[in-house]
Protein backbone atom coordinates (compact mmCIF):
# COMPACT_ATOMS: atom_id res chain seq x y z
CA UNK A 1 0.00 0.00 0.00
CA UNK A 2 1.61 3.74 -1.23
CA UNK A 3 1.08 6.50 1.58
CA UNK A 4 -0.59 9.46 0.03
CA UNK A 5 2.44 11.44 -1.44
CA UNK A 6 1.04 14.72 0.79
CA UNK A 7 1.90 12.39 3.92
CA UNK A 8 5.86 12.33 2.92
CA UNK A 9 5.96 16.44 3.44
CA UNK A 10 4.03 16.33 6.87
CA UNK A 11 7.14 14.11 8.51
CA UNK A 12 9.52 16.33 7.65
CA UNK A 13 10.94 18.58 10.13
CA UNK A 14 11.19 22.73 9.80
CA UNK A 15 13.02 24.36 7.69
CA UNK A 16 13.04 21.37 4.75
CA UNK A 17 8.60 20.67 5.16
CA UNK A 18 8.13 24.14 4.28
CA UNK A 19 10.89 24.47 1.45
CA UNK A 20 9.64 21.02 0.06
CA UNK A 21 6.02 21.97 0.05
CA UNK A 22 7.15 25.51 -2.03
CA UNK A 23 9.04 23.35 -4.84
CA UNK A 24 6.41 21.06 -5.12
CA UNK A 25 3.93 23.89 -5.56
CA UNK A 26 6.57 25.14 -8.03
CA UNK A 27 7.25 22.09 -9.92
CA UNK A 28 3.31 21.49 -10.56
CA UNK A 29 3.12 24.74 -12.21
CA UNK A 30 5.13 24.23 -14.46
CA UNK A 31 2.70 22.14 -17.00
CA UNK A 32 -0.83 21.04 -16.17
CA UNK A 33 -0.01 17.64 -17.13
CA UNK A 34 2.49 17.26 -14.10
CA UNK A 35 1.01 14.84 -11.83
CA UNK A 36 2.73 14.05 -8.21
CA UNK A 37 2.66 10.43 -7.18
CA UNK A 38 5.57 8.52 -4.43
CA UNK A 39 8.00 6.17 -5.91
CA UNK A 40 10.71 4.31 -3.64
CA UNK A 41 9.34 6.38 -0.35
CA UNK A 42 9.66 9.91 -2.02
CA UNK A 43 7.27 12.32 -4.57
CA UNK A 44 7.72 11.69 -7.59
CA UNK A 45 6.15 14.05 -10.66
CA UNK A 46 5.05 12.36 -13.96
CA UNK A 47 4.73 14.35 -16.98
CA UNK A 48 1.71 11.99 -18.27
CA UNK A 49 2.75 8.76 -16.42
CA UNK A 50 6.80 9.12 -17.25
CA UNK A 51 8.70 9.88 -14.22
CA UNK A 52 10.19 13.55 -14.40
CA UNK A 53 11.55 14.84 -11.24
CA UNK A 54 11.62 13.64 -7.59
CA UNK A 55 11.94 15.82 -4.40
CA UNK A 56 14.67 14.18 -1.59
CA UNK A 57 16.71 15.19 1.26
CA UNK A 58 20.51 14.55 1.58
CA UNK A 59 21.30 12.01 3.38
CA UNK A 60 24.35 13.51 4.55
CA UNK A 61 23.61 17.62 4.41
CA UNK A 62 20.05 16.62 5.57
CA UNK A 63 18.96 19.46 2.75
CA UNK A 64 16.35 19.05 -0.31
CA UNK A 65 16.98 18.15 -3.98
CA UNK A 66 15.08 18.32 -6.85
CA UNK A 67 16.03 14.95 -8.89
CA UNK A 68 15.44 14.89 -12.69
CA UNK A 69 15.39 11.75 -14.64
CA UNK A 70 16.44 13.03 -17.52
CA UNK A 71 19.78 15.13 -16.34
CA UNK A 72 21.82 13.39 -18.63
CA UNK A 73 20.38 14.86 -21.63
CA UNK A 74 20.63 18.92 -19.31
CA UNK A 75 23.28 21.23 -19.21
CA UNK A 76 23.45 23.67 -16.26
CA UNK A 77 26.06 24.90 -14.05
CA UNK A 78 23.57 24.21 -11.13
CA UNK A 79 22.89 20.82 -12.14
CA UNK A 80 25.24 17.93 -10.08
CA UNK A 81 25.52 14.20 -11.76
CA UNK A 82 27.45 12.88 -8.76
CA UNK A 83 27.75 9.42 -9.48
CA UNK A 84 24.59 8.61 -10.87
CA UNK A 85 24.89 7.76 -14.62
CA UNK A 86 21.19 9.59 -16.01
CA UNK A 87 19.65 11.72 -13.32
CA UNK A 88 21.35 15.19 -12.19
CA UNK A 89 20.34 16.97 -8.91
CA UNK A 90 19.48 20.76 -8.06
CA UNK A 91 19.98 21.19 -4.64
CA UNK A 92 18.09 23.90 -2.22
CA UNK A 93 19.20 25.39 0.92
CA UNK A 94 16.15 25.52 2.76
CA UNK A 95 17.26 28.43 5.39
CA UNK A 96 17.96 30.94 2.36
CA UNK A 97 15.40 32.07 -0.42
CA UNK A 98 14.55 29.63 -3.27
CA UNK A 99 16.56 30.72 -6.49
CA UNK A 100 13.04 30.00 -8.30
CA UNK A 101 14.17 31.50 -11.85
CA UNK A 102 16.96 28.99 -11.84
CA UNK A 103 14.70 26.15 -10.76
CA UNK A 104 11.62 27.34 -13.56
CA UNK A 105 14.60 27.21 -15.97
CA UNK A 106 15.68 23.83 -15.24
CA UNK A 107 12.23 22.27 -15.05
CA UNK A 108 11.39 24.14 -18.06
CA UNK A 109 14.21 22.66 -20.00
CA UNK A 110 13.33 19.22 -18.72
CA UNK A 111 10.07 19.73 -19.78
CA UNK A 112 11.29 20.21 -23.02
CA UNK A 113 12.66 17.12 -23.94
CA UNK A 114 9.07 15.50 -23.71
CA UNK A 115 7.43 18.16 -25.71
CA UNK A 116 10.34 18.13 -28.25
CA UNK A 117 10.12 13.69 -28.29
CA UNK A 118 13.78 13.53 -27.06
CA UNK A 119 11.70 11.15 -23.93
CA UNK A 120 9.26 8.72 -25.51
CA UNK A 121 5.95 8.92 -23.38
CA UNK A 122 2.15 7.91 -23.87
CA UNK A 123 -0.34 10.65 -23.76
Not at 2 to 9: A, D, L, R, S
Not at 18 to 43: F, V, Y
Not at 63 to 74: A, K, Q, S
Request: charged share 30%.
Amino acid sequence: MTQEPTIYYTQQEEPNRSCLLALRRIILEQDDNIIETQKWGMPCFCYYKKPFCYLWIDKKTKEPYVLMVEGTHLEHPKLEAGNRAKMKRFSIDPNKDIPIETLKQILQMGLALYHKGIVKFKR
